[in-house]
């Protein structure tokens, strides 16, 4: 069974309205991030939890 994303971290998170403006806000990022589409507002969210997923890594090149 998925976990269901609770209401108040949907609210808190920045939301992507496609899954490649998430992808490459989390390469641009300083920490491994995945992409996920979220069950409440539909939209793309970005987590640091990657265990037994596949992470986005970070562009080493936009340093």
Known sequence: MAMRTRL???RR???FA???EAVQAARGASVVLR???CDRCGRYHLT???KGKRP???DPNLR
Do not use: G
Request: net charge positive; proline share 6%.
């Open 56 to 58: 986005i890594l970070p």
């Open 18 to 20: 496609s899954e490649e």
């Open 13 to 15: 998170k920045a939301r």
């Open 35 to 37: 992409s996920y589409r």
């Open 8 to 10: 108040s971290i949907c």
């Open 48 to 50: 640091s939890r990657t």
